[in-house]
């Protein structure tokens, strides 16, 4: 199982940015994939996830700004962040997991599988 995360980069705030993870080797379209993030100093943090019957969830600070996606054709699932605030700025990591109950979404260890993440840098 390969989870291949790439769009990161450094944008103003209130810009946009896409970020995308390419899956190999799972079924995914029967997987929760999700997106955490992690800023210097800072725990592991929730940001959205998606589950395979495409309900989607949210950390309360990115709804509105934040669409996760999915797209079984491509095995791929893709994070749109629209005006992005500097407290977004972190390494941004996607995640899978056949197994993952609701209760649970949120949380890290919820979530076997990982992406090496991607640099979100957003200047004020």
């Known amino acids: 199982v390969q989870l291949q995360a790439s769009g990161g980069g450094l944008v103003q705030a209130g810009g946009s940015l896409r970020l995308s993870c390419a899956t190999s080797?799972?079924?995914?379209?029967?997987?929760?994939m999700a997106w955490f993030r992690q800023a210097p100093g800072k725990e592991r943090e929730f940001v959205a996830a998606i589950r395979w019957t495409s309900t989607t969830h949210y950390v309360d600070s990115v709804k509105g700004r934040f669409t996760i996606s999915r797209d079984s054709a491509k095995s791929t699932v893709y994070l749109q962040m629209n005006n992005l605030k500097p407290e977004d700025t972190a390494v941004y990591y996607c995640?899978?997991?056949?197994?993952?109950?609701?209760?649970?979404?949120?949380?890290?260890?919820?979530?076997?599988?990982w992406g090496q993440g991607t640099l979100v840098t957003v200047s004020s």
């Open positions: 995640a899978g997991d056949r197994g993952v109950i609701l209760s649970s979404i949120s949380l890290p260890n919820e979530y076997d599988y």
């Open positions: 080797g799972l079924t995914f379209s029967r997987y929760t």
